[in-house]
């Protein structure tokens, strides 16, 4: 198969024609920003915790105040971290496309940062604060050591999908429907085995959508796929929005 710009011709023709274009991310993206891995992050003092002890519902009523020194200092190392050329590449193909739909296993508002907007947090955002009671957002408080809810006093908690926890069901409803709805999937730097985000790729080809992945190391499901790019999203994406300029 010929290539152009190291991207099949025939992924590149695709998304010329899509009408919508549905994107799934997951944490090697943000690891290409420096961000490190929910596990690659239990270093030093966290080293001694499980995650479930730092993760679940039941560790923050156990002990709310740990929970939050540990998730104010990963939200200390994603703040210090910037989109990479994967993420502007992203952010642009939003605006070369007719339609985009983003959905991001990632907590860390870095696509936001780079410009997508309308983006399907699948596992929640890490600089946003939820009621424990009634599970309302808002934004990130870290002037308390264990901030509550100014509506019912309630502690709040970190807003994010923990061990154990549903996929939001708005979250999961947007998802299905644009991969059951777009023309091309592509599945990038995620290792396609979280359910029910690893399904996504499954629904799209299902409804006849031409889906790729693109990651530095093929996955284990790389065949189900019609394409499978080992590289890494910074250098891929790039030559994609290149290609499709051209």
């Known amino acids: 198969m010929t290539m152009n710009c190291d991207i099949p011709d025939a992924l590149t023709a695709a998304l010329r024609d899509a009408r919508h274009v549905c994107i799934l991310t997951g944490a090697g993206v943000s690891a290409e920003s420096g961000v490190p891995t929910f596990r ?26 740990l929970i939050w020194r540990w998730y104010r200092w990963r939200r200390e190392l994603v703040a210090e971290a910037t989109p990479n050329p994967g993420h502007v590449a992203i952010a642009q193909l939003g605006e070369l496309v007719p339609r985009l739909t983003l959905v991001t296993q990632n907590v860390d508002n870095l696509h936001q940062r780079a410009g997508s907007s309308g983006v399907i947090e699948f596992h929640g955002n890490i600089f946003e604060d939820r009621c424990f009671a009634d599970g309302s957002l808002r934004a990130g408080d870290d002037a308390e050591e264990v901030p509550v809810c100014s509506d019912c006093g309630s502690n709040l908690r970190p807003g994010v999908v923990w061990f154990g926890e549903s996929i939001p069901e708005h ?16 599945s990038i730097g995620t290792s396609s085995l979280v359910y029910p985000a690893a399904g996504l790729a499954d629904l799209a080809k299902q409804n006849g959508a031409m889906v790729a992945e693109i990651n530095p190391n093929p996955t284990v499901h790389a065949a189900s796929f019609d394409f499978s790019i080992a590289a890494n999203s910074g250098v891929a994406l790039p030559e994609l929005v290149n290609c499709l300029a051209v």
């Open 40 to 65: 690659e992050a239990q270093d030093g003092l966290w080293a001694q915790y499980e995650p479930t002890q730092l993760a679940t519902p039941e560790a923050f009523l156990a002990d709310p105040a």
């Open 171 to 186: 979250a999961l409803n947007e998802s299905c429907a644009a991969a059951s709805d777009c023309d091309l999937f592509l």
